[in-house]
């Protein structure tokens, strides 16, 4: 499979629960982005890392706990998040060169109950 | 500081008609602008970039867009709308400083009347 797969594509948690959002590339990339998109607001980035570093946390509440084993795979650990959490959650790659851009999966959307 | 404004969170426009999407940014270097498009529930898919050389550039879809360095614009048009052209649009730069890093603007949605 080519491209970026965001698994799964709905989740709906509970305000207790613990779930994890999962991103995979295979196009060889080395940078990996966390998006948040809530409806009627512009893209919120969360997190980027680069060659598995973190190298950008924008001030995310620790609820929301970011995991990169290698350059392939990105992860996003939930744990006791509020309603306002809900949302489309996407991820993204780039080749960390100025004329890629990037390629993003197909989200999760997010219900936090 | 490098920034993207898109003109209009919302623009409507029937079957048939021009389609006109606004982009303006600032950068220090010579920039590197996307534009995206979102369809429902779904990730955003690129349509066209400019890089370098010709300043106008086509994408998929039948969307073009001009880069006008004395404008600062990078606006997004197609000549007839179609009912599956409704999505939202996002314009983009490139950061050169930070290796590939990209600023969205905050979007517009396209709306397509019959």
């Known amino acids: 499979e080519t491209g970026v797969t965001q698994t799964p594509r709905h989740l709906v948690m509970g305000m207790t629960n613990k779930k994890s959002l999962k991103c995979e590339q295979h196009?060889?990339?080395?940078?990996m982005y966390w998006y948040k998109q809530s409806a009627k607001k512009p893209l919120e980035l969360m997190f980027v890392?680069?060659?598995?570093?973190?190298?950008e946390n924008n001030s995310v509440p620790s609820r929301f706990s970011p995991e990169c084993p290698n350059s392939s795979h990105l992860f996003l650990h939930l744990h006791t998040l509020q309603p306002e959490d809900s949302a489309l959650y996407l991820c993204?790659?780039?080749?960390?060169?100025?004329?890629?851009?990037?390629?993003f999966g197909s989200g999760t959307r997010l219900t936090v109950v | 500081a490098q920034s993207v404004t898109q003109l209009g969170s919302h623009v409507s426009v029937s079957e048939g008609a021009l389609v006109l999407l606004r982009c303006n940014y600032s950068?220090?270097?010579?920039?590197?602008l996307f534009w995206y498009v979102q369809y429902p529930n779904q990730g955003l898919q690129l349509l066209l970039k400019?890089?370098?050389?010709?300043?106008l550039v086509k994408g998929i879809n039948g969307f073009e867009a001009e880069f006008k360095k004395s404008e600062t614009s990078f606006h997004l048009t197609k000549p007839s709308a179609h009912m599956s052209d409704a999505a939202e649009y996002f314009c983009?730069?490139?950061?050169?400083?930070?290796?590939?890093?990209?600023?969205f603007g905050q979007g517009t949605e396209l709306s397509v009347k019959p």
């Open positions: 983009a730069v490139c950061l050169d400083n930070q290796g590939g890093k990209l600023i």
């Open positions: 950068s220090s270097v010579p920039p590197y």
């Open positions: 400019y890089t370098t050389g010709a300043t």
């Open positions: 993204a790659s780039s080749q960390d060169r100025r004329d890629n851009g990037y390629t």
């Open positions: 196009l060889g990339h080395n940078a």
């Open positions: 890392y680069n060659f598995k570093e973190q190298t």
